[in-house]
């Protein structure tokens, strides 16, 4: 199986404008930058089965670009494992082992730290793996037997930019 990784783009920064942190869109930017990211996905012909997103509102609309240049609208799927806050990612890999395994390609849309922590667990076996992933960075593994633990290889790492050039 393939796993992409992606961060959800530019939000806005909390304040009182927002009542919970989950409720932070894009920013205008964040969702130029990340129509040019998911171009340049689109160009390295990469494909998806399935879009796993956090409910938050910058994750999904994160996901709801990709899933718009990919034509892949109905195949957009959220989870509350992948919350910022709350969300579990032990929980994350029962639930795509359980009702996703079949599937070969799984874009998974989410925050920081918990994805560097999620990547350096299956690369690893732990957390303690220090990974940078910027605002609409991707990366992908290749997973051998999806477990939480050591299970897949880090293929690569891309910033927003190098995805955007290749547009």
């Known amino acids: 199986m393939e796993l992409f990784i992606l961060r959800h783009a530019i939000a806005e920064n909390p304040g009182p404008k927002f009542r919970t942190d989950s409720q932070r869109p894009l920013t205008d930017e964040g969702i130029q930058k990340m129509k040019d990211v998911a171009k340049g996905m689109l160009a390295m012909d990469l494909s998806f089965d399935l879009i796993l997103t956090s409910p938050y509102l910058r994750t999904r609309q994160t996901a709801d670009i990709v899933a718009n240049i990919f034509d892949l609208k109905k195949k957009v ?17 029962s639930e795509i082992d359980k009702h996703y395994k079949s599937r070969k390609s799984i874009l998974i849309v989410g925050h920081e730290p918990y994805l560097s922590g999620l990547i350096s667990m299956l690369m690893l076996g732990n957390k303690a793996g220090s990974i940078n992933m910027k605002k609409a960075g991707l990366a992908k593994l290749t997973v051998y037997d999806l477990k939480y633990d050591q299970c897949a290889t880090l293929e690569w790492l891309m910033t927003p930019k190098q995805i955007a050039e290749l547009s």
């Open 77 to 93: 799927a959220v989870t509350e494992n992948l919350a910022s806050i709350g969300g579990d990612p032990k929980r994350l890999v």
